[in-house]
């Protein structure tokens, strides 16, 4: 009997401490792929897949678009850093998503669905810009 409830409390732990993975910074370079990309089409693109997967928009700049998600009881807010050849999406803040500060220089963790979002959306912008390439032609 100890055996088994001693395997049910070590499958629950793996469980829960699979909830949360070490937080990413995403870097997308696009400089070979979309060599005249400009500023504005990169821009676009990132205004664009936020619109597609949910994000608002809540401000730009000359180099950065700051974006808020909120689906059920979570948020997340990122900074999306850009250039004409490239893309890096910049953890802010969240709540209800189990974000924990790196010790001793270990890596922060927060819950995979963050990860999920973020990884989505710079493929979605990937996937505007690539629209955009072809469209021109």
Excluded at 6 to 12: D, E, G, N
Excluded at 39 to 50: H, P
Excluded at 64 to 76: C, D, F, G, L, W
Excluded at 81 to 105: H, P, R
Aim: proline share 4%; charged share 20%; with cysteine.
């Amino acid at each position: 009997m100890k055996h088994s409830a001693v395997a049910v409390l070590l499958c629950l732990a793996c469980l829960f401490l699979g909830c949360s993975k070490p937080l990413l910074t995403p870097t997308e370079d696009f400089s070979a792929e979309f060599p005249a990309a400009t500023r504005a089409d990169v821009r676009e693109a990132i205004i664009q897949a936020c619109a597609m997967r949910g994000w608002d928009v809540t401000k730009t700049s000359d180099s950065h678009v700051y974006a808020s998600i909120a689906p059920r009881s979570h948020r997340a807010e990122v900074d999306i850093n850009y250039s004409s050849s490239s893309v890096t999406i910049n953890y802010v803040s969240s709540s209800n998503l189990e974000y924990k500060a790196g010790k001793d220089g270990a890596a922060p963790t927060i819950h995979r669905g963050y990860n999920r979002w973020v990884n989505t959306l710079l493929h979605d912008i990937h996937s505007c810009l690539m629209a955009k390439k072809f469209s021109k032609h």
